[in-house]
């Protein structure tokens, strides 16, 4: 089994790709639609929700309506943007969306980030 990959994102408002915000130790989440932020670096960054959404959670049950945002997510150079939420405390998360708009993987051998073709059907 593997362990928990942790990455370092560098965050960025959509609208001022400028005003960005370095956060470390986030768990690369395989299941996870959105990416979980601290609030405090939402805040910082001025990025203001654009809907509300609830969500399920690992153990199955559904959280209350939440703000939505958008940012862009960069690590390696490589950048996406996802929806993301703020938590006061708990576990900041990088989405499976992220990490595959990124064009990256989580490399089963060293439970490390990796660069994956990015594929396109036409």
Same mark, same amino acid.
């Given at each position: 089994?593997?362990?928990?990959?942790?990455?370092?994102?560098?965050?960025?408002?959509?609208?001022?790709?400028?005003?960005?915000?370095?956060?470390?130790?986030?768990?690369?989440?395989?299941?996870?639609?959105?990416?979980?932020?601290?609030?405090?670096?939402?805040?910082? =960054? /001025?990025?203001?929700?654009?809907? !509300?959404?609830?969500?399920?959670?690992?153990?199955? $049950? #559904?959280?209350?309506?939440?703000?939505?945002?958008?940012?862009?997510?960069?690590?390696?150079?490589?950048?996406?943007?996802?929806?993301?939420?703020?938590?006061?405390?708990?576990?900041?998360?990088?989405?499976?969306?992220?990490?595959?708009? =990124? /064009?990256?993987?989580?490399?089963? !051998?060293?439970?490390?980030?990796?660069?994956?073709? $990015? #594929?396109?059907?036409?």
């Amino acid at each position: 089994m593997l362990g928990v990959t942790r990455v370092t994102v560098k965050v960025c408002r959509v609208d001022h790709p400028e005003k960005c915000q370095t956060v470390r130790d986030l768990v690369v989440d395989t299941h996870a639609t959105a990416t979980v932020l601290p609030s405090e670096v939402i805040a910082k =960054l /001025g990025i203001k929700p654009h809907s !509300k959404r609830a969500f399920t959670i690992a153990d199955g $049950t #559904s959280t209350e309506e939440k703000d939505v945002s958008s940012a862009l997510i960069e690590i390696d150079g490589r950048k996406t943007s996802d929806d993301i939420i703020a938590v006061d405390k708990g576990i900041p998360l990088l989405s499976v969306r992220a990490l595959e708009g =990124l /064009g990256m993987q989580v490399d089963p !051998k060293t439970g490390k980030l990796s660069k994956s073709d $990015t #594929s396109l059907l036409l």
